[in-house]
T-cell receptor
Framework: KQEVTQIPAALSVPEGENLVLNCSFT??????LQWFRQDPGKGLTSLLL?????REQTSGRLNASLDKSSGRSTLYIAASQPGDSATYLC???????????????FGQGTILTVHP | KAGVTQTPRYLIKTRGQQVTLSCSPI?????VSWYQQTPGQGLQFLFE???????NKGNFPGRFSGRQFSNSRSEMNVSTLELGDSALYLC?????????????????FGPGTRLTVL
């Protein structure tokens, strides 16, 4: 059974800092990994998706890396801003026989607070 | 392009009742997945539909069911509601995860339906 763990559970940083969020998963047979952010009471916003064959993806100030063999992914946020405050969730999709038909398993999230 | 829409946004029911939630995916998306989010359990996968067929199912009791229509819109139904069913129910759509292209796999979520069972 796939288990996804995110560390730390909560993080508070001053504006302008670079930070790293960690995600680990127990079964390396994944199809892809996706990072989301969730604002309080809202749905999820997709940030980055990394296919199992890829090592990293970048979008603006965000960079996500994937090391499938060790079961780890990191989300790097550069020059953090108060607007980055949210819960960040990592989710892995199981590789169901070489297809993407496996279910998505989420971590518990990291609550990020960026203060001015 | 409109995002994923879910109706209703808020719902209050009493124990024993049943409820139907609706999800309209992004135009062109054929896969719809449903998730339950609670403070204690986090986000848990309910089921996934593609071309009107349930392709995957999570570990939820049979009281939770769903379906997908030919226009890709999806509904989920919960019968005999229990207090523990109070949660945010999220729907997500993607183009066609089976094709293998990265852009086809990305899941986009709706705002959710907040269900409160009294």
């Amino acid at each position: 059974k796939q288990e996804v763990t995110q560390i730390p559970a909560a993080l508070s940083v001053p504006e302008g800092e670079n930070l790293v969020l960690n995600c680990s998963f127990t079964d390396s047979a994944i199809y892809n990994l996706q990072w989301f952010r969730q604002d309080p009471g809202k749905g999820l916003t997709s940030l980055l998706l990394i296919q199992s064959s890829q090592r990293e993806q970048t979008s603006g100030r965000l960079n996500a890396s994937l090391d499938k063999s060790s079961g780890r992914s990191t989300l790097y946020i550069a020059a953090s801003q108060p607007g980055d405050s949210a819960t960040y969730l990592c989710a892995v999709r199981a590789n169901a026989g070489g297809t993407s038909y496996g279910k998505l398993t989420f971590g518990q999230g990291t609550i990020l607070t960026v203060h001015p | 392009k409109a995002g994923v829409t879910q109706t209703p946004r808020y719902l209050i029911k009493t124990r024993g009742q049943q409820v139907t939630l609706s999800c309209s995916p992004i135009s062109g998306h054929r896969s719809v997945s449903w998730y339950q989010q609670t403070p204690g359990q986090g986000l848990q996968f309910l089921f996934e539909y593609f071309s009107e067929t349930q392709r995957n199912k999570g570990n939820f009791p049979g009281r939770f069911s769903g379906r997908q229509f030919s226009n890709s819109r999806s509904e989920m139904n919960v019968s005999t509601l229990e207090l523990g069913d109070s949660a945010l129910y999220l729907c997500a759509s993607s183009i066609n995860p089976g094709q293998g292209f990265s852009s086809y796999n990305e899941q986009f979520f709706g705002p959710g339906t907040r269900l409160t069972v009294l």
